[in-house]
């Protein structure tokens, strides 16, 4: 009896750590598909950005409440892209906000880069914001819009809010707000930059 239960227990163990192993290379696929994703809606953005020159007064200068213009790449929507050189991360930004175009490619969760108070938000991988808490005050942000209109700004606070703090991410103290969920997903990682 008790040889018997000693195997049924060997045998749930077993079950256990394949279960784990199966969701971590779950995990693992997931990461790679978004990087994927991600590196071919920036490759496009790219081919199809507006580089024609304006006037001497940009048209945000003139009319900040303007919409910020964007790029149709198969249904996809990107208002721009961002960089953030001491992580090596340039990424597209889309348009909206889903969990769906989370899985691509970070997102326009707020406001407008021309109001001064925009936020994105983006999944906690690798190749999106997953090393977002490791940003020092004083690193360099950029923000290209579709226009190329270049945004570069300082991190000023990097600090981890609890996720019903949704005001405190989109008050918009800030020009360019960047946030992802803690590993744990209990809380977020919220960079501001000026």
């Known amino acids: 009896m008790k040889n018997r239960f000693s195997k049924v227990l ?22 790679f598909r978004g990087y994927i994703a991600q590196k071919e809606i920036l490759e496009a953005y790219a081919k199809k950005i507006d580089k024609s020159k304006e006037g001497k007064i940009k048209d945000y200068l003139l009319n900040p409440d303007m919409e910020m213009p964007e790029v149709q790449l198969n249904g996809l929507s990107c208002v721009g892209t961002i960089e953030i050189p001491a992580l090596d991360l340039k990424l597209p930004v889309t348009s909206e906000w889903s969990y769906d175009l989370m899985k691509q490619a970070p997102c326009r969760y707020y406001g407008s880069i021309y109001q001064k108070n925009m936020v994105i938000a983006a999944h906690n991988s690798w190749f999106h ?11 360099k942000v950029i923000f290209t819009d579709a226009k190329e209109h270049r945004f570069i700004y300082r991190v000023k606070v990097v600090e981890a809010l609890s996720p019903d703090c949704v005001e405190e991410v989109t008050n918009g103290k800030y020009p360019l707000t960047l946030f992802t969920c803690t590993l744990d997903a209990k809380n977020r990682v919220v960079v501001r930059c000026a």
């Open 10 to 31: 060997k045998n749930m163990g077993i079950l256990c750590i394949i279960g784990a192993l199966s969701l971590c290379a779950y995990n693992v696929f997931d990461t």
């Open 129 to 139: 914001f997953g090393r977002l808490s490791h940003l020092k005050e004083g690193q």
